[in-house]
T-cell receptor, first 113, second 112 residues
Framework: DVKVTQSSRYLVKRTGEKVFLECVQD?????MFWYRQDPGLGLRLIYF???????EKGDIPEGYSVSREKKERFSLILESASTNQTSMYLC????????????FGSGTRLTVV | LAKTTQPISMDSYEGQEVNITCSHN???????ITWYQQFPSQGPRFIIQ???TKVTNEVASLFIPADRKSSTLSLPRVSLSDTAVYYC?????????????FGQGTELSVKP
C-alpha cells in the first residue's frame, strides 16, 4: 500500500524552538507539498517542491523553510516556533503528472506553547 | 489562479443522492477540476477529477457543463460514513511549477 508518512502524529514545542517536520513517500513521486490546516481557513499551501533540491513558496511561507535533499523526503522547518504556528500540518505528494491527484499523509498536530 | 466557491455545509440522510456544486467562474483553459474528501484527523483523499462533461468512478460522478464555470460532485446513496468535508480544486495539473489551492470545503453531514 503506497503511502506518505509523517514522522510525528502529535508534537508539543516551546516558543523559539527550531522544529523539524519530516515527510517520506514511497511512491517515487516528483512533487511534494506542505500544507497547514486551521479551523475556518481550510488548507493553505506553505511550500512545495517538484524536484530534488527545488522549492517554491506557497501562499504562507513566512516563518517556514523546507529541505528536499532526497526525492522521497521533504522536510518542513520552523526556524523559531511561535504560538501562531500551532496547527495541523499535512504533507502530500504527487507524480509529475498530477492527473492521479495528491496522496496525503495523516498529518502532524503541532502545538507551540 | 481560479478561485472556487462551495457551500459551507450540507445535510443529507442515508440512502439519498447528494450533489455538491462548486463555482469557478475564472477557470482557465488548461485547468482541471479535482475533488477531495477529508475525514476528521486524516489527510484529504482524492475522489475524482475531470476536465469537461461527465466523469464517473466507483465512488462518485463529476458533472461539468460546457462553459466549465461550475462543477457538481454527485455521491449516490450516501451512508453515514460519507460524513466528511469535500473540497473542490481547480488548477493546471500538468504545470509542473503550478500549485493547487484548496478552498474552504463543504462539510457534509449524513444523518440516519
Amino acid at each position: 500500500d503506497v503511502k506518505v508518512t509523517q514522522s510525528s502524529r502529535y508534537l508539543v514545542k516551546r516558543t523559539g524552538e527550531k522544529v523539524f517536520l519530516e515527510c517520506v513517500q514511497d511512491m517515487d513521486h516528483e512533487n511534494m507539498f506542505w500544507y497547514r490546516q486551521d479551523p475556518g481557513l481550510g488548507l493553505r499551501l506553505i511550500y512545495f517542491s517538484y524536484d530534488v533540491k527545488m522549492k517554491e513558496k506557497g501562499d504562507i511561507p513566512e516563518g517556514y523553510s523546507v529541505s528536499r535533499e532526497k526525492k522521497e523526503r521533504f522536510s518542513l522547518i520552523l526556524e523559531s516556533a511561535s504560538t501562531n504556528q500551532t496547527s495541523m500540518y499535512l504533507c502530500a505528494s504527487s507524480p509529475r503528472n498530477r492527473g492521479r491527484g495528491y496522496t496525503f499523509g495523516s498529518g502532524t498536530r503541532l502545538t507551540v506553547v | 489562479l481560479a478561485k472556487t466557491t462551495q457551500p459551507i455545509s450540507m445535510d443529507s440522510y442515508e440512502g439519498q443522492e447528494v450533489n455538491i456544486t462548486c463555482s469557478h467562474n475564472n477557470i482557465a483553459t488548461n485547468d482541471y477540476i479535482t475533488w477531495y474528501q477529508q475525514f476528521p484527523s486524516q489527510g484529504p483523499r482524492f475522489i475524482i477529477q475531470g476536465y469537461k462533461t461527465k466523469v464517473t468512478n466507483e465512488v462518485a460522478s463529476l458533472f461539468i457543463p460546457a462553459d466549465r464555470k461550475s462543477s457538481t460532485l454527485s455521491l449516490p446513496r450516501v451512508s453515514l460514513s460519507d460524513t466528511a468535508v469535500y473540497y473542490c480544486l481547480v488548477g493546471d495539473i500538468y504545470n509542473q511549477g503550478g500549485k493547487l489551492i484548496f478552498g474552504q470545503g463543504t462539510e457534509l453531514s449524513v444523518k440516519p
